[in-house]
């Protein structure tokens, strides 16, 4: 019973950690908080099993829980909830070899889930086990009708807020042949205050109900930010990836859009001296690049290094901005190419540690120096184990990962 009434327990908090509540998320940090929830989802789920594994084994008598012939409604809610928790798993790890699409996955995790708890919170009131107090049933009809609550705030709620302050698509500029920077603007009625490394989530729609909302790291200087907020416009740079993404070059400017943020708290400090190290891979490169337009922006001086890896050189994007920044900035940029065209003077292979290893040289290896990460996840890990290798305290190391479903 203890682990049921745990799983549950952890079921209902899965909902509070997606509400994407600033107040949280701006001092754990968006990511974390997903990849959390992700990993405590598994864990709330092996309880929810736990409970009817060991409660069938312990008492014959529990058989007749799910016998359809002993109570038919009783038998097939709880039959749906134990096939509905793997399929809620098995979607989230594999929607993309099924091909089921974001936004539809979106939609059905959260109903699935709310329907889970919904069966769950009737299935203990019912059963009516060390919950006989009315201050009992209370904290567990509140744990459940508050993560269903959450939902609807997110899910609805936070929308139709958000169809005040609609943003407009002013500009959509290309990159690389994958890579689209998009520019936001207000129209002057509202604004964004953010800081550098931040990101939104952003629908472009009609509505701000669409189902197509998504993460994405703010990449033009966060200077104006700083200075003067609220900012009336702002850029984000998207890959082509699949999905959503698969289209962001055919949307029109004056295309209506909502914005939801800023996240984030891989940010860089812009009155700090120490040395900052940017290590990213791919469309990584978005954090990192608002980062340094922000510091030169803000005429502030300090030791710059740029480890940018892509698979090519084409796939590579900013490089006429970053040679303006070599220029006017402290700034040393290494890019490892994994397939280089002839004649590349520069790192060869994939991002590993004996490139990292060669490029931290003084200042760089000075025991105040930040470091910040973004890119594909394998690339991520390599990187974080690596800098905890030499002895780089966790304190210094901010992670930004894209991939959080």
């Not at 959390?36 to 058989?63: D, K, M």
């Not at 990213?280 to 337009?293: D, N, S």
């Not at 991002?351 to 290896?365: G, H, K, N, T």
């Amino acid at each position: 019973m203890g682990l049921g009434f745990v799983g549950l327990a952890m079921l209902g908090l899965q909902f509070a950690l997606t509400a994407r509540f600033r107040a949280v998320a701006g001092r754990l940090g968006l990511d974390t908080l997903l990849h959390f929830h992700r990993q405590a989802g598994i864990i709330a789920a092996l309880f929810i099993f736990g409970h009817v594994v060991v409660a069938l084994a312990s008492e014959p008598a529990y058989h007749a829980f799910l016998d359809p012939r002993d109570n038919l409604a009783r038998a097939g809610a709880l039959s749906l909830v134990i096939v509905l928790i793997p399929l809620l798993l098995a979607l989230s790890f594999y929607r993309e070899r099924i091909g089921l699409r974001y936004e539809w996955w979106r939609l059905s995790h959260g109903i699935l889930g709310a329907l889970i708890l919904v069966i769950g919170l009737a299935h203990v009131i019912r059963v009516d086990y060390l919950i006989g107090t009315p201050a009992k049933r209370a904290v567990i009809g509140v744990l459940v009708l508050g993560a269903i609550a959450l939902l609807i705030h997110t899910r609805l709620v936070r929308p139709w807020l958000a169809r005040r302050r609609p943003w407009r698509v002013a500009e959509v500029r290309r990159e690389t042949p994958r890579i689209w920077t998009l520019t936001l603007h207000s129209g002057g009625e509202h604004g964004l205050r953010f800081l550098p490394g931040q990101c939104v989530w952003l629908t472009i729609s009609d509505s701000p109900f669409s189902l197509q909302q998504h993460p994405f790291t703010i990449s033009s200087s966060a200077a104006e930010s700083i200075q003067s907020p609220p900012v009336r416009a702002f850029e984000v740079t998207i890959k082509e990836l699949g999905d959503f993404t698969g289209r962001i070059g055919e949307i029109q400017p004056g295309t209506r859009a909502f914005v939801d943020g800023p996240y984030g708290t891989s940010v860089i400090d812009p009155e700090a001296t120490s040395p900052a190290v940017f290590i990213v891979g791919g469309i990584g490169i978005t954090p990192a690049i608002c980062m340094l337009r922000t510091l030169c922006d803000l005429r502030r001086e300090r030791p710059l290094l740029l480890l940018y890896a892509t698979r090519t050189v084409e796939g590579a994007a900013f490089e006429n901005e970053l040679a303006r920044l070599k220029s006017e900035m402290d700034l040393t940029v290494v890019r490892p190419v994994e397939e280089p065209p002839a004649g590349w003077a520069g790192e060869r292979g994939r991002f590993s540690a004996e490139i990292l290893d060669r490029v931290l040289q003084p200042p760089f290896d000075r025991d105040d120096t930040k470091f910040f990460v973004c890119g594909p996840d394998a690339m991520m890990d390599l990187a974080e184990l690596t800098l905890r290798d030499r002895g780089i305290p966790a304190a210094q190391v901010h992670s930004a990962r894209f991939r959080i479903v």
